[in-house]
């Protein structure tokens, strides 16, 4: 046998043990096509980060752990958090992440259950470090960890949360600020052994910023480094879009974003530029929402706006489209858009579709007890999205389908300390948002985690509200609840042994 054919051989079967997915069968005899659809097999490996919660010396922070039970995944597995190291990287501003020595560190604050039970912990004050996580094995599948930040006074006072997040190259963050009366934060976090580079790019309404960081961040291993964005321009934007892009390695990255006079929350990355976008579940009590659009290309877009409302889709007054400009930030106020209902604004393109970020902030409250949030645009539910954290009474679940209509099933798990799964199905009209009562588990005790699994239909975002005990300010946060990444797509392989003959 010649050396190329044994070389070939040797090249299947070694793909096929890499994989471990790959399944040989004999040709079919007749000729025909027998290719298969790619089959969906749990994860067995997934990677989280916690960014540093707070400054402050008030906060209360939770993390909760959760893994959904998933149809085929090992039947062994862990869970582990651990504590990044305080960043010391080339291109540090003076931010939060300036850390000295003896910062708290040790036994990880969750130590995370059996799929299918959440688990909870506690830590307090300003010198919480941020949380590199992995999950293996039967853990591994829709693993999610939520952290939930109380502040009682001072800037960003209220609620903050935010879902751990995986590590990537690429993010964008609509909707971040460099205003006197905002204190934002861009935080990074490397989950690997070495180090990362990254490069920041800020973009307001006249373009592109000149920063103090034009030869990128460096970001040590297993380590956690903030940024305060004002310092990295001298120009004070109302609405500005941060560019995270990574050069080498990879990281995990949020944006902190504290409000003097409307409390404040984290702004997660937003979805990839798309034409189409959804930005599911602003309250219905919503007191002020504004829309932040970038587009990152050499072309304008022209997008029509609508809100998808319990009774279809409608456009608000005055702000039935909008221009974004090539390489600026666009911000539209919006008001009070959802006047009492459920929403979620829904963006398409007027003409050609150009790729467009957008977030909105939103502001529940008046006066002195006004606090905010922010939702960025997001991807569909899929098979199944994870929500942890979750309290009764507090807790409103916001479904969007804003296409085709949708049924959807909903499984509350078990409570931290006790209670029984409960679960139940809803159906979502096509154009339409619901604020839905999400199942509670009986007997509950403690906190519990919600899953959404797309049942037929057509696409379905959705979004998880949470509202904090302080009776004085209206505290709140929102998680949008794209597919939870619990499943990947392996493509079945054939044996062909023709192509050792060509």
Not at 208 to 232: C, N, R
Not at 440 to 455: D, F, H, S
Request: charged share 20%.
């Amino acid at each position: 046998m010649k050396r190329t054919t044994l070389s070939l051989i040797a090249g299947a079967t070694a793909l096929a043990a890499v994989t471990g997915f790959a399944a040989v069968t004999t040709p079919d005899a007749t000729g025909a096509d027998t290719a298969r659809p790619a089959a969906r097999l749990p994860v067995e490996r997934t990677s989280l980060s916690c960014p540093a919660p707070s400054t402050s010396d008030l906060a209360e922070t939770s993390y909760t752990s959760f893994t959904p039970v998933t149809k085929g995944a090992a039947e062994k597995g862990a869970a582990t958090l651990t504590t990044a190291e305080p960043g010391d990287a080339s291109g540090d501003t003076g931010g939060a992440g300036d850390a000295e020595e003896g910062e708290k560190t040790g036994k990880p604050v969750v130590q995370p259950e059996e799929p299918g039970t959440p688990a909870t912990g506690k830590t307090s004050g300003a010198d919480t470090p941020a949380l590199i996580g992995t999950a293996e094995g039967s853990h591994a599948p829709g693993w999610t960890v939520q952290q939930t930040t109380e502040v009682a006074a001072g800037t960003g006072r209220g609620l903050q949360g935010v879902n751990c997040t995986a590590p990537d190259t690429e993010f964008w963050f609509p909707g971040a600020a460099t205003v006197t009366d905002r204190t934002d934060y861009l935080h990074l976090t490397n989950p690997d052994d070495s180090a990362a580079v990254v490069d920041i790019e800020l973009y307001g309404k006249d373009g592109a910023l000149k920063t103090t960081v034009a030869d990128g961040v460096t970001v040590p291993p297993h380590a956690g480094e903030s940024l305060l964005l004002s310092t990295l321009s001298d120009v004070r934007e109302t609405d500005l879009t941060v560019h995270v892009g990574v050069r080498s390695g990879r990281v995990g990255a949020a944006v902190q974003a504290l409000d003097d006079k409307t409390g404040g929350d984290w702004l997660t990355a937003a979805a990839a530029p798309a034409g189409d976008l959804v930005l599911p579940g602003i309250p219905k009590d919503a007191t002020a929402v504004r829309l932040v659009l970038f587009t990152p290309g050499g072309t304008d877009a022209d997008l029509k706006v609508r809100l998808a409302s319990p009774s279809g889709l409608i456009t608000p007054a005055g702000n039935e489209t909008v221009r974004v400009k090539a390489g600026m930030t666009t911000g539209v106020d919006l008001g009070e858009a959802t006047r009492g209902e459920a929403g979620s604004l829904v963006l398409t393109p007027t003409g050609r579709a150009v790729p467009v970020v957008a977030a909105v902030r939103v502001v529940r409250g008046k006066g002195g007890e006004q606090e905010s949030a922010f939702i960025p645009a997001t991807g569909p539910v899929g098979a199944r999205a994870t929500s942890a954290d979750n309290r009764a009474r507090s807790t409103t679940l916001s479904l969007t389908a804003p296409g085709e209509a949708a049924q959807v099933r909903v499984t509350a798990s078990a409570g931290t300390e006790g209670g029984t799964a409960a679960t139940e199905t809803y159906t979502i009209k096509g154009g339409t948002t619901q604020d839905v009562a999400a199942p509670v588990p009986a007997g509950l005790e403690g906190t519990y985690a919600l899953t959404v699994e797309t049942v037929s239909g057509g696409p379905v975002y959705a979004s998880r509200t949470l509202t904090g005990q302080d009776d004085d300010v209206a505290s709140f946060t929102v998680q949008t609840l794209p597919d939870d990444r619990g499943t990947v797509a392996v493509p079945n392989a054939d044996e062909d042994l023709s192509v050792l003959q060509r």
